[in-house]
């Protein structure tokens, strides 16, 4: 979020970056990386230097991953797709206000990945490890006031922190933050809230704590004001605050403001309140921020599972990781919002990020649209370093009341067997309580052996990773601890596949085939759905991801476990979850209805479906009614002919739910379809432009591979193209690509410009399909101009 107040004034700096990739080598000796004899020397005359050069490099805007801008090589790391990493450098040039002078003035990076080094005008800064945490350093003392100034970036990605993509760059936005001396730290405000009933409604305790930081070198004698605005912008109450903060140090300052029958926030009803904060000096206003937040209350419980104010809840939830196809891991704004909506279609209310804190816009997501959140520590680690890297996750997100739970680690699995883990656990956990003692801790645990032991102990949650067929005996060893499926099922699918295809790297979309850890997607939701105990489950995972091709190496270059593919075009088994996890009808067939040559061959016919029972019909013969299982499925076998496979779905008798699939001619026409009609001219908004190929009557061609090339006027440029093949080796960053099964994708940015976007796609013999999408004014977010030379 942006925050301009009072004399605090935070600005995007995302906007035209030179960017150059570099020829990376290791040292002959030992095959360490040589980056401090590189900070050494790129200090004086190289690329960190304001008289250094970058007039050969590209420029490039915020969020950035290089690496999916690269060609797939199957020599390259298999875990992370196949596409090679290597060192980028990023550059600058922006200019400080003279007025600037005698305030602090912090660059703010969200996320770069990974093993940074940072200067300004060839001053090094600092260098942040981690590819998943922000980090920040002040520039106030090396700054040129009134002149231009240069940020350079140097970003070593040859080392990995995880096995699946993690991509490259700066991939989070990066702010430029000036303030008072006297000002609110970093993360430095933290709302919680207690709610008590009543019989005339219920009250909320809303307890506001504010650190405040003094650089000055004098006491500064100031008034910290909190008003508490509720969810339509309305000032409800306000709480003010005396306090003397001491010469280069700080002071927390602690308010409690009574509500009375507050709206709480909740999957269904996602309020959110904001307090506003303000810092006084002798009546002026020197600083202010405003801090969302949600009033609401959690329970885990270990025979009932999870209560969400009050009310029992079983987790519905998909584990994910942060790339999106088309971006990398570089994912504009509005596509965590997109992903957060394409699995709340199908039922799922709840997110673990997997494997490592997200990105804060798709938290911000998470709250505004009632999603719960698993929020993930990425590596088990009390060191220096490790304790930083928790810290920043819990003060940076606490103020998110769709964080339900914090894991402090995923599958380190010798770890959780041993006395070290322990010890290790519980500093975390201590570091946590002391940040935040509202949320409970777990962890992502896949020794089964260790489930129950010292290690689960130290855990508020059991998390369970996988082996359901152990959750009783579990449940025997601690009978009092609340549990969750942290990671289970990993069924593996392609979309609109439905064979196994080892050559082409394609596995059935029927549910049948999982890993010989995971489980199927009916086995896994029937083993958590069936025990009131176990308080729900995360699925693995919500959608593909590039890297960890499972079950098959090259060419596969992702992985087959999404309910989604990478684009967010939905598999078969996503209508299974649909149908048991939310209410309205669900009908769907399965497998599509055009077999050319297979005619008379039997086939299997699956209908997912939560109506009680559902009748088959093919070319209007009825082929009998079955009942529906509890969390399962039917089918039948079907001698293939073509026309209409017509399903119909009965409740009571009542005919409560229709599916239709049909025999696809020849591919004539593209059909565009965007997910949304309007969208913000902020320079930074996108659209999801989905392309289908379809029939002349308009029927999904399942079989259809047209290359289909995407156009856009002036308003807007495409920013990446996707297919959700998991074997495609098309580039990401074009304006072309093949439909896969019929469909595929344009993400589509705009320019600042409003008015009417229009998006075109062509292929030859095709009717050309057109989608207009209207660009609001709006105002764009403040940004750091660009310096140019």
Request: glycine share 8%.
């Amino acid at each position: 979020m942006n925050n301009t107040m009072g004399r605090r004034d935070r600005r995007l700096m995302d906007a035209n970056w030179k960017f150059h990739l570099e020829e990376a080598k290791k040292t002959d000796q030992d095959g360490v990386l040589d980056t401090y004899a590189t900070v050494k020397a790129v200090a004086a005359t190289g690329p960190a230097s304001p008289a250094g050069s970058d007039r050969d490099w590209r420029m490039v805007n915020l969020p950035h991953d290089w690496v999916v801008e690269g060609a797939f090589d199957p020599n390259a790391d298999m875990s992370h797709g196949y596409l090679p990493a290597g060192l980028g450098w990023y550059r600058r040039w922006f200019h400080v206000p003279k007025e600037t002078l005698g305030k602090r003035t912090v660059v703010e990076f969200d996320g770069v990945f990974r093993n940074c080094d940072v200067w300004a005008n060839g001053h090094h800064m600092g260098r942040h490890l981690s590819g998943y945490t922000g980090f920040r350093f002040e520039l106030t003392d090396v700054l040129n006031y009134g002149g231009n100034n240069l940020l350079t970036v140097r970003v070593d990605a040859r080392e990995f922190e995880g096995w699946w993509y993690e991509g490259a760059g700066i991939y989070r936005h990066v702010w430029l933050t000036t303030m008072d001396p006297l000002h609110i730290a970093p993360w430095g405000v933290f709302v919680s809230s207690t709610v008590k009933a009543g019989r005339g409604g219920s009250t909320a305790a809303v307890k506001i704590q504010t650190e405040l930081k003094n650089t000055h070198e004098h006491d500064v004698a100031c008034r910290l004001v909190s008003t508490l605005l509720d969810t339509e912008g309305r000032e409800k109450a306000s709480a003010s605050v005396q306090a003397v903060v001491p010469a280069d140090g700080g002071h927390v300052c602690v308010q409690t403001i009574p509500l009375r029958n507050p709206a709480l926030w909740s999957l269904e009803n996602p309020a959110l309140y904001r307090v506003v904060s303000r810092v006084e000096v002798e009546g002026e206003t020197v600083d202010g921020q405003s801090t969302p937040f949600g009033i609401r209350t959690i329970r885990f419980d270990a025979d009932k599972g999870f209560f969400l104010n009050g009310r029992p809840v079983k987790i519905q939830g998909c584990c994910n990781h942060q790339d999106h196809g088309g971006l990398g891991v570089a994912l504009p704004d509005r596509v965590q919002e997109y992903r957060i909506e394409r699995l709340k279609a199908m039922g799922c209310n709840a997110y673990r990020c997997a494997h490592n804190p997200p990105a804060p816009e798709l938290l911000d997501a998470c709250d505004r649209l009632g999603m719960l959140v698993m929020d993930e520590n990425r590596k088990l680690n009390s060191s220096p370093e490790g304790l930083v890297n928790m810290e920043s996750m819990v003060r940076r997100d606490r103020n998110h009341p769709s964080v339900i739970l914090w894991s402090l680690e995923n599958e380190e699995y010798a770890m959780q067997a041993s006395e070290v883990g322990v010890r290790i656990a519980r500093s975390l956990k201590r570091l946590v309580r002391r940040l935040d003692p509202t949320r409970p801790v777990t962890a992502a645990m896949n020794n089964k052996d260790a489930w129950g032991n010292a290690y689960s102990k130290v855990l508020d949650v059991q998390g369970c990773n996988y082996f359901p067929q152990t959750y009783d005996d579990y449940r025997r060893k601690a009978p009092r601890q609340p549990v969750v499926a942290s990671e289970t099922s990993s069924t593996l699918s392609t979309r609109g596949i439905y064979r196994n295809d080892p050559i082409a790297g394609y596995v059935s979309a029927y549910d049948l085939n999982a890993p010989n850890w995971g489980a199927t997607a009916e086995k896994a939701w029937r083993s958590v759905a069936e025990r009131p105990y176990m308080s729900g489950l995360f699925v693995w995972t919500g959608f593909d991801y590039r890297g960890e091709p499972t079950p098959y190496y090259w060419p596969c270059i992702s992985s087959h476990f999404g309910i989604l593919d990478m684009c967010g075009f939905p598999k078969d088994n996503f209508y299974y979850y649909r149908a048991w996890w939310q209410k309205e009808p669900v009908l769907h067939i399965l497998p599509h209805w055009t077999w050319p040559g297979l005619e008379g061959r039997e086939l299997d016919v699956w209908c997912h479906s939560n109506c009680e029972e559902v009748e088959l019909f093919l070319n209007d013969r009825s082929l009998g009614r079955q009942p529906v299982p509890r969390n399962g499925h039917v089918e039948w076998k079907v001698a293939y002919a073509p026309g209409a496979l017509r399903a119909r779905g009965f409740t009571k008798g009542v005919e409560t739910a229709v599916a239709l699939a049909e025999t696809a001619g020849d591919p004539a026409v593209i059909r565009l379809a965007a997910d949304r009609q309007a969208i913000r001219g902020d320079g930074e908004d996108v659209v999801m432009v989905a392309a289908s190929v379809l029939d002349a009557a308009g029927r999904l061609v399942p079989w259809a591979a047209s290359l289909i090339g995407f156009e856009v006027n002036e308003a807007g440029h495409v920013l990446g193209v996707c297919n959700g093949n998991p074997s495609s080796h098309e580039p990401d960053k074009a304006s072309q690509r093949k439909a896969f099964n019929g469909l595929c994708m344009a993400i589509v940015q705009e320019r600042d410009n409003p008015g009417t976007l229009i998006v075109r796609a062509e292929s030859p013999g095709l009717r050309t399909g057109v989608v207009p999408v209207t660009v609001q004014p709006a105002a764009p977010r403040p940004f750091v101009p660009v310096v140019t030379f």
